[in-house]
């Protein structure tokens, strides 16, 4: 028989059982907060040891012992510190077959050195693909920023959305001290490119001869605007001049 009435020792264990769901609730939050925390960490960690390593591999190419011929173009920039602004894509795009390995332990950091510290690639030949085909906001249509009144302007900006595919060169023109009136360009040259994807942003790297000594153009995903860091040579060192791009 027993001291208690069978109803209560029912309700007692129900209280019981209640206590215990709201415990382990309890757990499962503590545990899935830790966990969020230490990716956080984890990510953080990586960002910086990422840039930490992008630093450290830079190799920085020299200016010129003369400044490029031509008009000078005042780009509104500031002498380069170190090798330049690094970039930051996040994380890198896993492999084919690879996504939960990452999802799992976390997606290494892409955090590059600028344009400064790389070598232009090799001139190749791209063919003309569906619009499908192409990066969304590198499908050809142009990229335009004003650096200190000079009008500069990227053209057949293509990137395809295959990594392998080799990348068609655009056309970076420069209108001096534009004044809304000029049709013509006062400096237009093709460049070699290099694209690098990355889990947030798209790097357009473009390298170039005369007044730009290159380019870096970081698109966000699924924006229509972009930040370009310009590097060009003035009194025999490098200047950043970093300005917002527009898609036309």
């Not at 997606?107 to 001139?123: D, F, G, H």
Request: charged share 20%; aromatic share 12%.
């Amino acid at each position: 028989m027993g001291f208690f009435p069978r109803r209560y020792r029912t309700d007692r264990r129900a209280a019981d059982r209640s206590l215990l769901r709201f415990l382990l609730v309890l757990l499962l939050i503590y545990g899935g907060a830790r966990m969020l925390t230490a990716r956080y960490k984890a990510d953080t960690a990586m960002v910086e040891q990422a840039k930490s390593l992008a630093r450290a591999q830079a190799v920085r190419i020299r200016p010129s012992a003369h400044d490029p011929p031509g008009p000078i173009y005042g780009f509104g920039g500031l002498p380069v510190a170190r090798s330049g602004s690094l970039v930051d894509l996040g994380p890198a795009l896993p492999e084919p077959g690879q996504a939960v390995l990452a999802w799992l332990f976390g997606a290494r950091e892409m955090v590059l050195s600028s344009c400064l510290t790389e070598l232009p690639p090799a001139a190749t030949t791209a063919p003309r693909l569906p619009i499908r085909d192409y990066l969304p906001g590198f499908y050809g249509a142009p990229w335009t920023a004003g650096f200190n009144g000079n009008l500069v302007a990227l053209l057949h900006v293509y990137a395809p959305r295959d990594a392998r595919a080799p990348v068609a060169a655009p056309i970076l023109q420069i209108y001096r001290n534009y004044d809304g009136q000029a049709t013509a360009p006062s400096f237009a040259e093709p460049g070699a490119v290099r694209v690098y994807r990355g889990g947030k942003a798209v790097l357009y790297r473009v390298f170039l001869g005369g007044p730009v000594r290159c380019l870096d153009l970081v698109v966000q995903h699924g924006q229509s605007t972009g930040t370009g860091y310009l590097y060009y040579q003035r009194y025999r060192r490098y200047y950043e001049a970093e300005q917002d791009f527009a898609l036309h």
